[in-house]
């Protein structure tokens, strides 16, 4: 591993990025996806992963997920055989040394336990190929959206720790900052019954919400419900980092 250098420019936010765009076309333009060996860690339920193994250029996905029923779930899949589910989180990855040449994180390093974050892109840069990249997205603290999160699951906290601990990456010389990139994505729900189901249900986080604050998380949003539904735009960051050759 190299020297501790000069940490390079980095900001967990960008008020005045004004690109607004599905991800999809981010990890696009940044990711040599031909013939690549990718492994996604905290895959939820595989959305990325199946449009990516979908779109034929990679040559395997490895899909790691830490929820036991997500993880049930999505070995139900039999439609994506460049696809293989692996039970595991990010701070112990199931993988041996140098075996991917992309490691993709969609919204998900915050989720790693916050003293567990530095572990992970240890992980991160074991099981990257020298010259290899990571691809981190994570959403930024603000927005319509996040101030309905908010009243529930307060992310500020987490969301810093993971920021902190790339730059701690970045800085110790773990892994090299490439880039970063700031944009808006849409967020879309039909109505409340889809955001209970997609937010209040989740299997990975439990949320105990009283009868008194449901009501308030119900009424924020239905402030935000018209003909189409509800439609949110989500600020959000991208780490793009490479392990030395």
Do not use: W
């Not at 040449?101 to 989720?111: A, G, I, R």
């Not at 509800?230 to 780490?239: E, G, I, L, T, Y």
Request: hydrophobic fraction near 45%; proline fraction near 5%.
């Amino acid at each position: 591993m190299s020297a501790r250098k000069e940490l390079p420019p980095m900001k967990i936010c960008d008020p005045s990025a004004e690109l607004f765009c599905d991800e999809r076309e981010i990890y696009e333009a940044l990711l040599p996806f031909a013939g690549a060996r990718v492994l996604e860690l905290g895959c939820g339920k595989a959305e990325k992963t199946r449009a990516i193994a979908k779109a034929g250029r990679v040559a395997a996905i490895t899909a790691v997920e830490i929820d036991r029923i997500q993880h049930a779930e999505n070995l139900r899949s039999a439609d994506l055989p460049e696809v293989s589910f692996v039970l595991g989180g990010a701070e112990d990855i199931p993988a041996p040394d140098a075996s991917f040449d992309l490691v993709l994180m969609f919204k998900s390093l915050h989720h790693v336990p916050a003293d567990k974050m530095d572990q992970a892109l240890a992980e991160i840069r074991r099981v990257l190929k020298p010259g290899g990249l990571a691809y981190l997205s994570e959403p930024v603290f603000a927005g319509d959206f996040n101030e309905i999160l908010r009243l529930f699951h307060d992310e500020r906290a987490v969301r810093e720790a993971a920021f902190a601990s790339v730059r701690r990456a970045v800085s110790a010389g773990v892994l090299d900052l490439v880039e970063q990139k700031f944009f808006a994505t849409e967020t879309r729900f039909d109505g409340f019954a889809q955001f209970e189901a997609r937010v209040l249900k989740v299997t990975h986080t439990e949320h105990r919400l009283s009868d008194e604050l449901y009501d308030v998380v119900r009424q924020k949003f239905m402030a935000h419900v018209g003909p189409q539904g509800a439609s949110f735009r989500q600020p959000m960051r991208v780490d793009l980092l490479r392990r030395p050759m």
